[in-house]
Nanobody, 115 residues
Framework: QVQLVESGGGLVQAGGSLRLSCTAS????????MSWYRQAPGKQRELVAD???????YYIDSVKGRFTISRDNARNMVYLQMDSLKPEDTAVYYC?????????WGNGTLVTVSS
């Protein structure tokens, strides 16, 4: 079993920044990729960004150039630096980790961007 705990959400004005963190614990071998998803009210959960252990990352178009995903393999953590936030980025952000095809989720952290 893998446990994921997110932190760093909050309320921020449009144009501001937040940094989300996710800590993995438990049976944490081969968590690849690690990801950030989000779910806005009334919408489906969507992938925001993911990163593999080599550091290669993927972003959805709407966050490219504004968000940066990174990971610290030694500390079993993944981060999401979010800059130039927009009201449409408001959502619950979830950390996800793939372990041999099994996907684990955290409980999420709420990000609210006011206009």
């Amino acid at each position: 079993q893998v446990q994921l705990v997110e932190s760093g959400g909050g309320l921020v004005q449009a144009g501001g920044s937040l940094r989300l963190s996710c800590t993995a614990s438990g049976s944490i071998l081969s968590l690849d990729p690690m990801s950030w998803y989000r779910q806005a009210p009334g919408k489906q959960r969507e992938l925001v960004a993911d990163i593999i252990s080599s550091g290669d990352a993927y972003y959805i178009d709407s966050v490219k150039g504004r968000f940066t995903i990174s990971r610290d393999n030694a500390r079993n953590m993944v981060y999401l630096q979010m800059d130039s936030l927009k009201p449409e980025d408001t959502a619950v952000y979830y950390c996800g980790a793939d372990q041999y095809g099994m996907i684990y989720w955290g409980n999420g952290t709420l990000v609210t961007v006011s206009s």
